[in-house]
T-cell receptor, first 113, second 118 residues
């Protein structure tokens, strides 16, 4: 059974600081997604990482994928309060004839002024 | 373009009842997946439909079922509701060019249906 593990699960940081969320997974996949979820809301797509070595950046967020290490990172640069949310990584795997997503536990990020 | 539409947004049901949730995917998307989100179990895959066929199903009891119509809209049904079925139910739509191909845009999620079983 595929496992997707994020760490840390909870992260409280000061505005202006940098930090990284890690996403490890236990089986082969060349496709990984990062989503943001605000309280009571749905999942907002942040990044689609399609191959080994993929790196994508949007504002203060940057995501990367190393399929050989089965590791993805989400790096936050100079955090601001608006980035407070829960972040999920999801691995896209082939299962019983079709694709499905397996999600990490989520990282609840709180950014304090 | 319009996003993924889920209805209703909120639902309160009594144990033993059944419920039907609806999902309209992005126009042109033929694949619809359903996920359950709970505080204890996180986000878990329920099932996926493509061209009116269920292609795979997650580890959920038979009380959970679904279907997809010719216009790609999908419904999921939960019968004999239990307290533990209280959750946010999310559907995701993807382009999926053919039965095995994948597009480069991933999955777009709807706003979800929050089901409370009392």
């Amino acid at each position: 059974e595929l496992k997707v593990e994020q760490n840390p699960l909870f992260l409280s940081m000061q505005e202006g600081k940098n930090y990284t969320i890690y996403c490890n997974y236990s089986t082969t996949s060349d496709r990984l997604y990062w989503y943001r979820q605000d309280p009571g809301k749905s999942l907002e797509s942040l990044f689609v990482l399609l191959s080994n070595g993929a790196v994508k950046q949007e504002g203060r967020l940057m995501a990367s994928l190393d399929t050989k290490a089965r590791l993805s990172t989400l790096h936050i640069t100079a955090a601001v309060h608006d980035l407070s949310a829960t972040y999920f990584c999801a691995v896209d795997i082939y299962y019983q004839g079709a694709q499905k997503l397996v999600f990490g536990q989520g990282t609840r990020l709180t950014i304090n002024p | 373009k319009a996003g993924v539409t889920q209805t209703p947004r909120y639902l309160i049901k009594t144990r033993g009842q059944q419920v039907t949730l609806s999902c309209s995917p992005i126009s042109g998307h033929r694949s619809v997946s359903w996920y359950q989100q709970t505080p204890g179990q996180g986000l878990q895959f329920l099932f996926e439909y493509f061209s009116e066929t269920q292609r795979n199903k997650g580890n959920f009891p038979g009380r959970f079922s679904g279907r997809q119509f010719s216009n790609s809209r999908s419904e999921m049904n939960v019968s004999t509701l239990e307290l533990g079925d209280s959750a946010l139910y999310l559907c995701a739509s993807s382009l999926t060019l053919d039965r095995v191909g994948r597009d480069n845009y991933g999955y777009t999620f709807g706003s979800g249906t929050r089901l409370t079983v009392v």
